[in-house]
Structure formats: C-alpha cells, structure tokens
C-alpha cells in the first residue's frame, strides 16, 4: 500500500438503509480513514456511521449536494489527505473499484480520476433510464467540445481528487447543488490539471439516490450555464472567480 494518505468521503443525505453496504464493499485497505458528512438526514445515517466507527459531521441543516461535498473535502484536507476519493453512500456504485480509482494518482499520472458508465459498458442493461442516458452523452459531448479535452462521462458521482487538485481550485465558490460536479471539473481544465476515467458500473434500485425528470432538466440547464461561463472566462470575455487559482 502506497504511503499516501487516502481519504474516503461519503456525502450523505437518508443513506440509513444502504450505508453499510457500501462500507462492506469498500477493500479493507482503505478503511482507516473514512468521513461521512450527513446533511440533515431524516432517519439514523450518522447514528449508524458513527457505530461503524466513521469520522462524521452533521449540518444542523440542508445544504445541498454541492455544500454537502464541500463539507467532506475541507474536513479530508484538515486531516491531512493526500488523495480523496468521493463516493455515494447508497451503494449505486461498486466500490470495490477504489484500488482502480486512485492508482493513476499515486503513480503521478493525473490529478483526478472519474468512474465512467460509459467506459463500463451497458449502463441501459444496469438500470439507467434511456431519457438520463441520452442526456449524458449529449452534456458530455458539449463539455468536450468546450473544454477541448475528452471525457467520456461528466456526471459520475464516484471520483478521486489528489490533494494538488482540491488546493488548486476554488471548489468553495461552486454551487450548493448538483452543478457542482460540473464546476469543479470546468475549473480543474481551467488550471490544467490532468484527468483519468475508470470503467464502472452503476446500480439503480429504489433506494439508490437519483434525480427526478424535471430535476434532470434544470440540472442539464445548469450544466450549460457552466459550460457558457467558462467559455467567456477562457476566452477572455467575462472573469469569473470561480474558474481563477486559488
């Protein structure tokens, strides 16, 4: 096991009924060091993280995907990371993958890796609606074509950040809601950083967190804002604080 400290950080939000099945599929190896930071749940999600031994922190109140994220990479950092892997606590993704995830960041040849369906093959076959199916392939191409760079996902929920990448860009500036996953990539092509795909799988049953089809629709939106933004940041029509380094 490389020396690196790696982080694994749960953002979670009613994840009582799927917590310790994600903590059974995580490799023994990177158990040490676990955060789950509870937004506002409803049901016992940090009671339970907390007896299965997880550093946890509770927001009194709901801040939203985004602010949930922000909470996990601030308290990693903190502590000492040098590599945070993010991943949902409602067991959608197999995260028996994280030894995949995080190798190309310790061997030096990327500053973030993304889990893609994509790459995974038949995400129709696991369980994803053709309507979000559709919707990925299309927001993914219009990020290609305004980042310039290629990625065949940019909606995975499971990723590793190197410590460089989370210190490098302005993540606190982003959005509360789910265009955070959006932004923080935008802003690591912004300032460079190198990126990697894994293939991954995803699971999609009723406990599993998922967006709703109207949701979908004005995160796609949001999604374009982003692109736009950082269209007129790179080309020098606008300056957005967001998109500069730290």
């Known amino acids: 096991m490389n020396a690196k400290k790696i982080f694994i950080v749960l953002p979670a939000y009613n994840a009582a009924k799927t917590l310790m099945r994600t903590l ?63 991943l949902h606590p409602d067991h959608q993704y197999d995260a028996s993958v994280i030894p995949h995830m995080v190798q190309p960041i310790l061997e030096g040849g990327a500053d973030a890796v993304f889990g893609s369906r994509m790459l995974g093959g038949r995400p129709l076959e ?24 290629y990625l065949t996902e940019i ?3 499971f990723r590793a950040y190197s410590r460089r990448y989370l210190e490098t860009v302005r993540f606190m500036e982003n959005s509360d809601d789910f265009i955070f996953d959006t932004e923080i990539i935008a802003q690591g092509m912004m ?17 599993a967190s998922s ?36």
């Not at 979000?132 to 191409?141: E, H, P, Q, S």
């Not at 300032?191 to 406990?207: C, G, H, M, S």
């Open 211 to 246: 967006i709703n089809l109207q949701r979908s629709i004005v995160y796609g939106f949001g999604i374009l804002a982003v692109l736009f933004k950082y269209w007129l940041h790179h080309n020098g029509l606008a300056r957005f604080k967001q998109f500069e380094p730290k």
């Open 24 to 86: 059974d599929e995580i490799p023994q190896e990177f158990k040490k060091n676990i955060i789950l930071v509870d937004d506002a749940s409803k049901d016992e999600t940090a009671e339970l993280a907390r007896k299965a031994g997880l550093t946890v922190f509770v927001h009194p109140r709901n801040r939203g995907y985004g602010g949930n994220q922000k909470t996990c990479y601030t308290e990693a950092l903190s502590a000492g990371a040098d590599l945070v892997v993010m």
């Open 191 to 207: 300032n460079k950083l190198t990126f990697q795909e894994v293939p991954i799988v995803t699971r999609y049953f009723p406990e």
């Open 126 to 149: 696991g369980g994803m609606p053709w309507w979000k199916f559709n919707a990925n392939v299309l927001l993914t191409a219009a990020a290609n074509i305004i980042f310039r760079r």
């Open 155 to 157: 909606h995975s929920g």
